[in-house]
């Protein structure tokens, strides 16, 4: 993730200038990041989690969110805007036009250039949110699953291919191969052999 010019924004002008601009910037107390484009596989593999999520979710107060829609995480010291890939929200407080703070569960889809930033300073932002109660790192490019609970202390969960995920947050389990339904894996790479 680059930084997208080293400007010190308060909120209000960071929150109109999203409505302005083609490009999505997260914020992170007062400068500004871009984001960058998703791979099919990405793309794919988060669009398959909010189709399984909104399917189950239906007829209860949660709703599912695209990567479309912020996340803040606001405390006495920070105040910062994610966009994840997807996240859960159950709280009726939720209301804010542009971005929720209460999510249950959000769910990060890896990739080269965010993954380093996704499992450090994002995930130390995200556990500061009161009512996440779970954050979920997803492969694109093998079938693998990470699951992070505050009931289990931030503890690793992992879930790989034959088996089922469970996210808990949201009482939901489904097989590792259907979040992958339609990703076409790339043969590994083999060394060149030798004559």
């Known amino acids: 993730m680059a930084l997208a010019e080293k400007l010190h924004l308060s909120v209000a002008d ?3 200038g999203e409505l302005l601009s083609e490009i999505k910037y997260e ?3 007062g400068e500004v990041y871009a984001m960058v484009g998703v791979k099919r596989a990405h793309d794919t593999v988060a669009t398959n989690l909010i189709a399984f999520l909104h399917h189950h979710l239906r007829g209860t107060p949660c709703r599912v969110h695209s990567g479309e829609m912020k996340v803040r995480v606001q405390t006495a010291s920070d105040d910062c805007f994610f966009y994840p890939d ?3 929200t159950c709280s009726a407080a939720d209301t804010a036009e542009h971005y929720n703070g209460r999510p249950k569960l959000i769910i990060e889809v890896l ?4 993954e380093r930033y996704d499992r450090a300073e994002k995930f130390h ?4 949110l009161e009512n996440l109660e779970e954050y979920v790192l997803v492969a694109q490019d093998t079938q693998r699953v990470e699951c992070y609970r505050r009931s289990e202390q931030w503890d690793l969960q992992l879930y790989q291919a034959g088996e089922q995920v469970r996210f808990e947050s949201v009482g939901f389990e489904l097989p590792v191969a259907e979040i992958y339904e339609g990703v076409e ?3 590994p790479a083999t060394s060149a052999a030798s004559i």
């Open 185 to 187: 894996f790339g043969e």
């Open 14 to 16: 960071y929150l109109q």
């Open 27 to 29: 914020y992170i107390n």
């Open 86 to 88: 997807l996240h859960v």
């Open 111 to 114: 990739s080269d250039a965010t």
């Open 125 to 128: 932002h995200y556990r500061k």
